[in-house]
Each structure stands twice: as structure tokens, then as C-alpha cells.
């Protein structure tokens, strides 16, 4: 069964630190993987997305996320946090050849000044 | 373009009436997915349509709830009788090809009385 985990109900981190919010997958072969961002009453906002190629993806305001295939990991990295990346993010999987999207149960994360 | 859009933003009811929440897919866009979220359950995919037809519609809570989507540029989901647990926040996406992320809708709050 397709799944994604997002360990961490809630990350929190000083303005300027680095920032990771971790997600795991299990899916039949290949996977493509995004993350989204939520801000309150908003819908979701596309963030980056691995299909295939060089595992450290780049995408909107800074983030990076790496693909790990031997972990099943595509942790979502920030070199310096900003108090406005403070937002609920989810992670995602689509399976290849399918149409479907696991999302994550999401995790919030919160920067302090 | 206007993005993914979602009517009526707001919806309060009472309970044992019907609703329909409309949503109108990004123009090129061959996929559209429903979703509810809720605090207690996160975010669930109700059902999916390519092309105008539905593929998935195993996260379908009950048959109270139906969606159609009679074009490449409409959908709705319906649901009839509405109770108090249906209270959720109701996102609609879009997405274009296989590889490609998905975009989401504002959402709608429904609130059942």
C-alpha cells in the first residue's frame, strides 16, 4: 500500500537556523514526490517536487528538499528560517503511472523570532 | 490565469440540508481531485476524474455524498443529507498530465448546524 509519514506533529526553530521537516514514503516503484505548504485559510501551495534525476531538488522561497531512495526519505530543508515560513507543510506521493496523491498527516512548523 | 476556483467560499447549513460545493479546474487541466480536511482526520482524497470521468471515488465517505463533473471546466460535490460531522474545510485541485503537481482551490468551510 501507497503511504507517506510525517514523524513530527510540530517542528519548531529559531529565525535564522537551519530548518528540516522530515517525510518517509512506501510506494511500488518509482515515485514522484512534492511538498506543500499551508498557510491559515488558505489551500495548499506547491513548494518543489522530485520526478527524477539529481536527488537535492530546489524550489520556492528557499527550500530544498533531498530524495533518498535507499531511506525513503524527501526531507524538506531550509539553510535559514524566516518567521513567514512558519505554516503547516505537507508531503506528498503519486506512484508512477498512477493519478492518485498520498498526502502526509502534515507538520506544523513554527520560527520565533 | 485565475488558478483553481472554488464556490462558495463560506457555507453554513442546517443539518438535513443539501450541499453543493462548485468548482471550476484550471483551463488545460485533465485531472481534478476533491479533498477534505479536517483536524481530527487531516486530508483525505474523496474522489478523482480524469477527463471528465470518474476514477476513484473509494474515499467517498458515504452515499450521501456524489460528485459529477459535467465538463473539462465544472465540478461539484454534493452531498444530501448534510450532518454535523460533514463540517470540513473542502479543497478542490487540478493537475495536468502524470508528472505534473496538483493546484489547489481556496476551499470551502462548510459548516453543518
Known amino acids: 500500500a501507497q503511504s507517506v509519514a510525517q514523524p513530527e506533529d510540530q517542528v519548531n526553530v529559531a529565525e535564522g537556523n537551519p530548518l528540516t521537516v522530515k517525510c518517509t514514503y512506501s510506494?511500488?516503484?518509482?515515485?514522484?514526490l512534492f511538498w506543500y505548504v499551508q498557510y491559515p485559510n488558505r489551500g495548499l501551495q506547491f513548494l518543489l517536487k522530485y520526478i527524477t534525476g539529481d536527488n537535492l531538488v530546489k524550489g520556492s522561497y528557499g527550500f530544498e528538499a533531498e530524495f533518498n531512495k535507499s531511506q525513503t526519505s524527501f526531507h524538506l530543508k531550509k539553510p535559514s528560517a524566516l518567521v513567514s515560513d512558519s505554516a503547516l507543510y505537507f508531503c506528498?506521493?503519486?506512484?508512477?503511472?498512477?493519478?492518485?496523491?498520498?498526502f502526509g498527516s502534515g507538520t506544523k512548523l513554527n520560527v520565533k523570532p | 490565469d485565475a488558478g483553481v476556483i472554488q464556490s462558495p467560499r463560506h457555507e453554513v447549513t442546517e443539518m438535513g440540508q443539501e450541499v453543493t460545493l462548485r468548482c471550476k479546474p484550471i483551463?488545460?487541466?485533465?485531472?481534478l481531485f476533491w479533498y477534505r480536511q479536517t483536524m481530527m482526520r487531516g486530508l483525505e482524497l474523496l474522489i478523482y476524474f480524469n477527463n471528465n470521468v470518474p476514477i476513484d471515488d473509494s474515499g467517498m465517505p458515504e452515499d450521501r455524498f456524489s460528485a459529477k463533473m459535467p465538463n473539462a471546466s465544472f465540478s461539484t460535490l454534493k452531498i444530501q443529507p448534510s450532518e454535523p460531522r460533514d463540517s470540513a474545510v473542502y479543497f478542490c485541485?487540478?493537475?495536468?498530465?502524470?508528472?505534473?503537481?496538483?493546484?489547489f482551490g481556496p476551499g470551502t468551510r462548510l459548516t453543518v448546524l
Open positions: 510506494v511500488s516503484g518509482n515515485p514522484y
Open positions: 506528498a506521493v503519486r506512484q508512477y503511472n498512477f493519478n492518485k496523491f498520498y
Open positions: 483551463s488545460g487541466h485533465d485531472y
Open positions: 485541485a487540478s493537475t495536468q498530465g502524470a508528472v505534473n503537481e496538483q493546484f
